[in-house]
Antibody, heavy 120, light 109 residues
Framework: EVQLVESGGGLVQPGGSLRLSCAAS????????MSWVRQAPGKGLEWVAN????????YYVDSVKGRFTISRDNAKNSLYLQMNSLRAEDTAVYYC?????????????WGQGTLVTVSS | SYELTQPPSVSVSPGQTARITCSGD??????AYWYQQKSGQAPVLVIY???KRPSGIPERFSGSSSGTMATLTISGAQVEDEADYYC????????????FGGGTKLTVL
């Protein structure tokens, strides 16, 4: 059974930093693109970033470029999102997600999400 | 940046056909995907590559795409289909970035 478990969310002040982690199990982690998707309270889904199997390619939504960094450790079956210079508009539930075998970067499994609140 | 546009809400009575549209300039060249998200739950993929249905998704869910518009159709909508629906596609510039539409709240009552 595919499982994705996020951790690291919480309350942070504007301008602060936070690192999200995602522990993956139930599949060969190193064989899949992985993504982060977020959802602000009461709002829609927003694709944030993804990373290739070996970490050699990374893509970001424009609003987080230069502030967020996605990374992975295939030996630990773990995905990360380093978030710096956080803003109020980054407040959201952040989902760790696996990209399925569709050719396109399309999520087929989701974690339960971790809430990040940026507020003073 | 690339955008996908959906109507904010659609409402139908049980047994009627619900249609949710998604417009985007790159859809003639890029596949559309559809997710269903019920309150408090993670999204579920209900249509992939414009019109294909993942295993376990009821046959009443179908998808189509023509020109710059993709459509999710729920034939004989049921009360349990009430949810938010999001279209999804990929950036038209050839990189590996994704984009979601703004979402459509489907009410079945």
């Amino acid at each position: 059974e595919v499982q994705l478990v996020e951790s690291g969310g919480g309350l942070v002040q504007p301008g602060g930093s936070l690192r999200l982690s995602c522990a993956a199990s139930g599949f060969t982690f190193s064989s899949y693109w992985m993504s982060w998707v977020r959802q602000a309270p009461g709002k829609g889904l927003e694709w944030v970033a993804n990373i290739k199997q070996d970490g050699s390619e990374k893509y970001y939504v424009d609003s987080v470029k230069g502030r967020f960094t996605i990374s992975r450790d295939n030996a630990k079956n773990s995905l990360y999102l380093q978030m710096n210079s956080l803003r109020a508009e980054d407040t959201a539930v952040y989902y760790c997600a696996r990209d399925g075998d569709y050719g396109d970067p399309v999520v087929d499994y989701w974690g339960q999400g971790t809430l990040v609140t940026v507020s003073s | 940046s690339y955008e996908l546009t959906q109507p904010p809400s659609v409402s139908v009575s049980p047994g009627q056909t619900a249609r949710i549209t998604c417009s985007g300039d790159a859809l003639p060249k890029k596949y559309a995907y559809w997710y269903q998200q019920k309150s408090g739950q993670a999204p579920v993929l209900v249509i992939y590559e414009d019109s294909k249905r993942p295993s376990g998704i009821p046959e009443r869910f179908s998808g189509s795409s023509s020109g710059t518009m993709a459509t999710l159709t729920i034939s004989g909508a049921q009360v349990e289909d009430e949810a938010d629906y999001y279209c999804y596609s990929t950036d038209s510039s050839g990189n590996h970035r994704g984009v979601f539409g703004g979402g459509t709240k489907l009410t079945v009552l």
